[in-house]
């Protein structure tokens, strides 16, 4: 059973459909760490436009999905409740494996330095046992 679904993250973050890259939170350490799961349907809009005859969900939008899982992390903190954290960075991006119609993503989100609103955190998508991408996540929560 999931921490928290798809509903319950938008009472969290701000971005909704089509723009919400993540459906369920199954596990949270609140300011440690984070797993979201992303069902990757063919009824994604990007498939219409990226490699339509072979659907591949865009390397961005798993960093996007990866940055969200992290975000919830965060923003589950009561300090941080009604915040926003955004990009301030990506390092060390790195893609393995395609993912399609079809792929459970299942995305952890460590937290691995923070001083005060700002931060890194190692992020790794899996598709089963595959790594499909990883990146180091800098952010800052804000208004």
Same mark, same amino acid.
């Given at each position: 059973?999931?921490?928290?679904?798809?509903?319950?993250?938008?009472?969290?973050?701000?971005?909704?459909?089509?723009?919400?890259?993540?459906?369920?939170?199954?596990?949270?350490?609140?300011?440690?760490?984070?797993?979201?799961?992303?069902?990757?349907?063919?009824?994604?809009?990007?498939?219409?436009?990226?490699?339509? /005859?072979?659907?591949?969900?865009? !390397?961005?939008?798993?960093?996007?999905?990866?940055?969200? $899982?992290? +975000? =919830?992390?965060?923003?589950?903190?009561?300090?941080?409740?009604?915040?926003?954290?955004?990009?301030?960075?990506?390092?060390?991006?790195?893609?393995?494996?395609?993912?399609?119609?079809?792929?459970?993503?299942?995305?952890?989100?460590?937290?691995?330095?923070?001083?005060?609103?700002?931060?890194?955190? /190692?992020?790794?998508?899996?598709? !089963?046992?595959?790594?499909?991408?990883?990146?180091?996540? $800098?952010? +800052? =929560?804000?208004?």
């Amino acid at each position: 059973m999931p921490v928290y679904t798809a509903k319950e993250i938008m009472e969290i973050l701000p971005h909704r459909h089509p723009f919400l890259m993540i459906d369920t939170i199954e596990e949270l350490e609140s300011g440690v760490r984070a797993v979201g799961k992303k069902c990757v349907s063919m009824n994604e809009p990007y498939f219409a436009g990226h490699f339509p /005859e072979n659907p591949v969900m865009p !390397g961005v939008l798993i960093v996007e999905a990866m940055a969200q $899982t992290g +975000a =919830v992390a965060l923003l589950d903190m009561p300090e941080y409740r009604g915040k926003t954290a955004y990009f301030a960075g990506i390092d060390k991006a790195r893609f393995k494996r395609k993912v399609v119609p079809g792929d459970v993503l299942l995305i952890e989100v460590k937290v691995i330095k923070q001083k005060g609103p700002v931060g890194v955190a /190692e992020a790794v998508a899996r598709v !089963g046992d595959a790594v499909a991408a990883r990146a180091e996540i $800098t952010f +800052a =929560v804000g208004e």
